[in-house]
């Protein structure tokens, strides 16, 4: 199985912060990763997909990159209602695997 | 609107056997896989596996193979979860979601199902 490592594990962040979030992957996945938010009691939510496609209708403060063999979540302006967890996914082989994600609050 | 509309939360006890359901609408159910993933609250998300309901081609997670059965029904759009002999460690919220044929996970998520293992 692929085996996907996410860091920070958590951070703390003011509203107005740039975060950026990194998966990476035991082997090569190209670029089939997403990533997604999730809130306390609701479904996750694709923000990126293939790497750095925007999801339809998630704001552009969002992006996705990658870097060497690292993946990139960047929020360019923490917003309130991105206080959440973040995971990726990667769905290059079978099983696809999620990271053990990322948990942002406020400072 | 495309939706995945899933069955209610679900109370058992240990050795019962469950069945959950992920109704699709607003597209052609056929044409994307449903993939279901667990949520153990606390924990991280976890892949359990798919199924793509055209030809029922399932592949599952080595980690639930055997532990559950992903099946689905084309004609009603509706794919299942179902467990024969439940345990406590079941215990989880379990969504289902889709994904096109090429893989490209998961622009559609249900709303879950809770399910409660408990003596």
């Known amino acids: 199985d692929i085996q996907m490592t996410q860091s920070p594990s958590s951070l703390s962040a003011s509203v107005g912060d740039r975060v950026t979030i990194t998966c990476r992957a035991s082997?090569?996945?190209?670029?089939?990763l997403g990533w997604y938010q999730q809130k306390p009691g609701k479904a996750p939510k694709r923000l990126i997909h293939?790497?750095?496609s925007l999801q339809s209708g998630v704001s552009s403060r969002f992006s996705g990159s990658e870097s060497e063999t690292e993946f990139i979540l960047t929020i360019s302006s923490l917003q309130p209602e991105d206080f959440a967890t973040y995971y990726c996914?990667?769905?290059?082989?079978?099983?696809?695997?999620f990271g053990p994600g990322t948990r942002i609050d406020m400072k | 609107e495309v939706q995945l509309l899933q069955s209610e939360a679900e109370v058992k006890k240990p050795g019962e056997s469950l069945k959950i359901s992920c109704k699709g609408s607003g597209y052609t159910f056929s044409d994307y896989w449903i993939g279901w993933v667990r949520h153990i609250p606390g924990k991280g998300l976890e892949w359990m596996g798919i199924?793509?309901?055209?030809?029922?081609?399932?592949v599952y997670s080595p980690s639930f193979q055997g532990q559950v059965t992903i099946s689905a029904d084309k004609s009603t759009s509706t794919a299942y979860l179902h467990w024969s002999s439940l345990q406590a460690s079941d215990t989880a919220i379990y969504y289902c979601a889709r994904d096109p044929l090429w893989h490209d996970p998961f622009d559609i998520w249900g709303q879950g199902t809770m399910v409660t293992v408990s003596s």
């Open positions: 293939v790497t750095s």
């Open positions: 996914l990667q769905h290059h082989n079978y099983p696809f695997t």
């Open positions: 199924i793509y309901p055209s030809d029922s081609n399932t």
């Open positions: 082997q090569d996945i190209r670029n089939e």
